[in-house]
């Protein structure tokens, strides 16, 4: 049997297995690589320190899988509810990501991907394969642009014509040589709908994101204190940042999942009910969910920045309570939350709260209130 039907016996399996988007790409990297390893130097990165010590696999996927010959690359749909920015109007919930909203993707999509791997073993005797669902060194995105699954936006997410962006990448790694799909071409024109949208500004170019500036990256990667300077634009949102997506004129064309693991499940997400929870209350109701990757420690921690922008004097009492939390990083953010809604009243209440108070971060939090709140 010809490689080309072996191949087209995998695609079937692959559509049989759920996924939406299938391609194969060389497993040459070539000027993605060169662009990354610029992204990097200029600091875009942040605190996310895999992303260097990752650098050489990144340009060179034969270090992640060696003999390498082809690269199957794998497209998942997760769009499950239209969204607009409407939900700006309702301060006293927070925002999570679409994709968040149910179920791990990476405990859905790993299983289909071994029983995927399997098939291609089965098809090729004795080859070598390596699966990922965006947890490895690869540049996935060149990648899946080579593969014809769709191009790179100006945000910097994938774009496929007529399908949108609310999808998930994934990847087998073959040391066969497989028939290579037609490269997909950029559609995006002039568009630049997602960086007049972006609250921080974190597109600074077509096609470069600065990832410190970027919400999903305030709000999931970074595991400190959050800037400043960012939490006004942060709004509501707790888990991520859809905006770039929503704007987007391609995902007018998004379809609904039919996935039953990804439709939401729970938008009750009602601040004030979040900053009070405990660790058990965390960990049963994120069970199985994204949101568990950031702890209780993180996502209250975005929960009360999102209290402070909600100019809800209703939230008082519950930051109050909140400024009682184990975690320093949960008391920090409740202190600028009620410097925003209280402004100089604020300063007597924090002094009486945290007069024993012991931690530097809480204290540097004190400080700012103190100095921008002053009234003399």
């Not at 050489?56 to 034969?62: I, L, V």
């Not at 439709?263 to 009602?270: A, H, M, Q, R």
């Not at 209703?314 to 909140?322: D, G, Y």
Request: aromatic fraction near 8%.
């Amino acid at each position: 049997m010809k490689k080309s039907e072996r191949l087209k016996i995998i695609e079937e399996k692959a559509y049989a297995l759920g996924f939406d988007g299938f391609g194969v790409a060389s497993p040459e990297i070539g000027e993605a690589g060169a662009n990354f390893s610029e992204w990097l130097s200029l600091g875009y990165a942040g605190e996310m320190a895999y992303m260097a010590r990752g650098e050489e696999k990144r340009r060179d996927t034969n270090l992640v899988l060696e003999g390498v010959k082809s690269i199957i690359c794998l497209r998942t749909n997760y769009f499950t509810a239209e969204k607009g920015m409407d939900f700006l109007d309702l301060p006293e919930k927070g925002d999570i990501s679409l994709y968040a909203l149910n179920k791990d993707y990476h405990d859905i999509i790993t299983p289909r991907l071994k029983e995927l791997e399997k098939n291609i073993q089965e098809e090729f005797a004795d080859c070598k394969t390596k699966i990922y669902v965006d947890t490895g060194p690869l540049l996935e995105k060149p990648l899946a642009q080579r593969a014809g699954l769709g191009w790179i936006g100006k945000h910097t997410n994938l774009l496929s014509q007529g399908i949108g962006s609310w999808y998930f990448l994934s990847e087998i790694l073959v040391d066969v040589e497989l028939p290579e799909s037609e490269v997909a071409e950029n559609h995006c024109g002039t568009c630049r709908s997602c960086i007049d949208i972006c609250p921080t500004d974190a597109i600074v170019a077509p096609y470069v994101l600065d990832s410190k500036k970027c919400i999903s990256y305030l709000t999931i990667e970074l595991k400190g204190v959050i800037p400043i300077e960012f939490r006004k634009a942060i709004g509501n949102r707790i888990y991520g940042c859809d905006d770039c997506q929503i704007v987007c004129p391609w995902n007018s064309y998004a379809v609904k999942t039919d996935e039953p693991a990804f439709k939401e499940i729970d938008s009750n997400f009602l601040l004030t009910k979040l900053i009070l929870m405990d660790d058990e209350e965390f960990r049963k109701r994120f069970k199985g969910s994204p949101i568990k990757r950031i702890k209780r420690r993180g996502l209250l921690r975005n929960v009360a920045v999102a209290l402070g922008n909600s100019k809800n004097l209703q939230a008082v009492p519950f930051l109050i309570k909140a400024l009682e939390d184990k975690e320093p990083l949960i008391r920090a953010h409740t202190v600028w939350a009620l410097g925003e809604l209280l402004f100089s009243e604020s300063i007597p209440l924090l002094n009486e709260k945290l007069a024993s108070e012991a931690e530097p971060m809480v204290l540097q939090e004190l400080e700012c209130v103190r100095k921008r709140h002053f009234v003399g």
